[in-house]
């Protein structure tokens, strides 16, 4: 019998107990529905944390950060992430452009209104980058001296507006309260030469001789000069500012390790306000002090420290020589391609056991299958005589079985895969309403790739052959004889 | 069964007749290879069933032999004509001749008004001669025909004996179980008698075939 001769007769049989198939068909149509909307929500998840990381480029991106000073010995000297190192990790082969995350803390004016921001210098080319390409409104700064500033949707939020369109163009004052190292030095010198004068007056230069007695002025003194120099410092108030325009809206994009400032400012126009110095915070103070740029004078910024500074590669580039040449610089390195790695590690585990999940509903329907398919040697007994009888063998009889359980398998898994993706399109109907709602951006949580479909035919298939592999065996076996003396 | 010897020339008509349970079906079954002798052989065109597997015994049965039972065992759920072209599935006919050579046997057997309904809308006598295309439409060497009239009244009785009479004059060998001695004799040339699975007779009816319908 050719296969198109044991659809037919399968077929014709399915179509004459239509209850029953329908019953059987459904059990499968279930199981299958239920596979598929779970694997769905996993390719849909996959799906959208791939189009984020290459949207942002993130998969041609390093971040660098100094490394920790835990568990590395005293004498281990730990190498400063300043504009130098970047500037020397920008020449690395294979690597577009180094820049820093340079943030600092800025008051931003626009009209009558004034909030508390952070702002990111960032330089032109950085800025042509995907990470800095998701633009809800208007253009990314022209160069690195433009008197012109990008904000992100963040820093919408912040003034409650809702229509990016609307900030294009418009005034925005940019002012910082930076602390002046002079004002505390001035402070640790405070008197002139008189007090100097008087504190000098107050040594018993006699006593110099005794240890204790020098350690303890010594101890006075750096006491005191501290103690007027954070004074000095910490109530300085001089005050940067400048007017830039604003000429672009940015999504926020917040992906793990990467952030992007509220307020994003060009290289040079930023450097007068990120090179004043420590801001009020007294957290700057010690970051500077211990990064030993305190009290560089001619060129604050050169002596700068980032705490991370990102890496544009090339899409070919040698991504593990990269890492490799970065750390023996002595530095960290964190890679969203190695993070995306973890994540479709993850996403593999857990569609594996979403599909078990699927797979014991279907297992549960396979019954329904090999129920159905008994109930029909029972009852067609005789028939299978009679086919016997015009030349069928036993193989004929166990294929004629075989595919009608297969019918059932791939007429359910064909339902079941249709009525699953109306269900997702039903929860994902239901959950976009409820993200825009709350002010989420619209995700997609379902998808349908190919292979979705493929394996749920397959399996469809696969665990209705297998569900009527015994019916089929039993029923190839009987005997012609008696199944042509039975009613 | 037991020590049953029995020769049968290609073209006989051979009426076996005796009480139910005598051993005449068991005897076709046997030699259309459904059932396997414990001892003994049966050779037909000089080939031994024995000697057959399963499979071939299927394509014996493809090819070879035709079989009418007495309750007609049609298939309920097809139409006349799918129950004759049902018997062409298993011989390698291409499917574009099956509608064909099954329409044409329908209506050499006068049901070519009848080729779409199915069983229960055809009377017994509809039904047998249905049984029959789906036996004949095969081109069988042997038809066996296990009571054909059991179920029948006299004038499909007479009928049936009169085609199976005709397809044995047109050289068909054809093998008819009964325990009507009457219509054997009168359509067989060789009439066997079995009882409780022995030959106990046989009877050399007429020196040429032929029967009055």
């Known amino acids: 019998m050719t296969l198109p001769d044991l659809a037919e007769i399968s077929i014709g049989n399915l179509w004459r107990m239509k209850l029953r198939s329908f019953l059987t068909i459904s059990g499968v149509v279930i199981a299958i529905a239920a596979f598929v909307a779970m694997l769905s929500f996993g390719a849909g998840n996959q799906k959208y944390v791939t189009r984020q990381f290459n949207a942002l480029g993130l998969l041609h991106t390093m971040q660098v950060y100094p490394a920790r000073a835990e568990g590395l010995a005293d004498s281990v000297k730990i190498p400063a992430l300043n504009s130098a190192m970047v500037a020397k990790l920008a020449g690395l082969p294979g690597v577009n452009l180094a820049y820093a995350f340079d943030v600092f803390r800025v008051s931003a004016q626009i009209a009558d209104t004034i909030i508390g921001t952070e702002a990111q210098a960032l330089p032109a080319a950085a800025a042509r980058t995907k990470i800095f390409s998701q633009l809800l409104a208007g253009a990314l700064f022209t160069g690195d001296s433009a008197k012109e500033a990008v904000v992100t949707s963040q820093f919408l939020d912040s003034l409650h507006i809702t229509d990016p369109d609307s900030l294009i163009g418009q005034r925005l004052v940019i002012s910082v309260r930076a602390a002046s190292i002079d004002s505390g030095m001035a402070a640790v010198l405070r008197g002139g030469m008189n007090t100097i004068h008087e504190r000098i007056r107050q040594v018993r230069f006699d006593s110099l001789v005794n240890q204790d007695y020098l350690w303890a002025l010594a101890r006075r003194e750096l006491n005191d000069a501290m103690k007027r120099f954070v004074d000095g410092y910490l109530n300085s108030r001089a005050t940067i500012a400048d007017t830039l325009t604003i000429c672009g809206v940015l999504k926020s994009a917040e992906q793990g390790r990467l952030r992007v400032g509220p307020l994003i400012i060009p290289l040079a126009t930023a450097a007068r306000f990120s090179a004043a110095g420590p801001g009020e915070n007294p957290v700057d103070l010690f970051s500077s002090l211990q990064s030993g740029g305190l009290f560089l004078a001619d060129d604050p910024g050169s002596a700068r420290s980032f705490s991370k500074v990102t890496l544009d590669l090339e899409p070919q580039a040698a991504y593990t020589a990269i890492r490799d040449t970065v750390e023996t610089l002595g530095f960290r390195t964190f890679s969203f391609m190695e993070q995306f790695e973890e994540i479709k590690e993850f996403f593999v585990y857990f569609d594996l056991g979403l599909g078990i999940v699927g797979l014991i509903a279907l297992v549960t329907a396979s019954l329904g299958i090999i129920n159905t398919m008994v109930m029909s040697i029972l009852e067609r007994t005789r028939e299978i005589g009679v086919l016997k009888s015009l030349g069928a063998d036993d193989r004929d009889i166990r294929n004629l079985f075989l595919v009608e359980s297969g019918t059932i398998g791939l007429i359910g898994a064909s339902c079941g895969i249709i009525f699953g993706w109306l269900i997702t399109r039903l929860v994902s109907t239901i959950a976009q309403t409820i993200m825009v709602r709350q002010g989420l951006d619209e995700i997609e949580l379902f998808a349908l790739p190919l292979w979705l479909v493929l394996i749920a035919l397959s399996f469809g298939l696969i665990v209705s052959l297998l569900a009527g592999a015994y019916p089929a065996r039993r029923a190839a076996r009987v005997d012609p004889v008696k199944a042509l003396r039975s009613d | ?213």
């Open chain 2, 1 to 213: 069964m037991d020590d049953v010897n029995l020769s049968i020339p290609r073209g006989e008509f051979l009426g076996i007749v005796g009480a139910s349970g005598s051993g005449k079906s068991t005897l076709l079954n046997l030699l259309a290879g459904l059932d396997t002798p414990t001892s003994g052989t049966i050779n037909i065109d000089g080939s031994a069933l024995s000697a057959l597997n399963r499979r071939q015994l299927s394509t014996h049965r493809a090819r070879c032999v035709g079989m009418v039972f007495q309750s007609f065992n049609l298939i309920s759920h097809r139409t006349a004509l799918q129950n004759v072209e049902l018997a062409l599935y298993f011989n390698d006919t291409p499917l574009g001749e099956r509608t064909g050579r099954a329409t044409d046997i329908l209506q050499r057997l006068g049901l070519g008004d009848r080729l779409n309904h199915r069983p229960a809308d055809l009377s017994g006598g509809e039904q047998q001669r249905v049984a029959l295309a789906r036996a004949l439409v095969k081109r069988p060497e042997i038809l066996m025909a296990d009571e054909p009239t059991g179920n029948l009244d006299e004038m499909n009785t007479r009928h049936i004996a009169a085609m199976l009479a005709e397809l044995n004059r047109e050289g068909l060998t054809v093998l008819m179980a009964t325990h009507d001695t009457a219509l054997a004799r009168e359509c067989a040339r060789r009439v066997i008698r079995m009882s409780y699975g022995r030959l106990v007779n046989e009877e050399d009816v007429r020196a040429t075939g032929g029967v009055t319908s």
